[in-house]
């Protein structure tokens, strides 16, 4: 393959996949979101976990009777 049929392929390539990105934007943009939330949570949810951790060694509960 010479040069500028590896040229000709890859400009045919990214002309296809900006193509279907434009096409799927929507499609992208709402997968993108749902995963962003599902991480956010997740992280929320985590320094939530560690604050608790944090904060709370080093006190010991013993019951007195």
Do not use: C, D, P
């Amino acid at each position: 393959m010479t040069t500028k049929t590896k040229w000709i392929v890859g400009g045919v390539l990214a002309v296809v996949a900006i193509f279907l990105i434009i096409f799927y934007a929507n499609e992208i943009y709402l997968w993108l979101m749902r995963q962003l939330t599902s991480l956010f949570v997740y992280l929320i949810v985590f320094v939530a976990g560690w604050l608790i951790g944090f904060f709370s060694r080093g006190k010991k509960n013993i019951q007195k009777k």
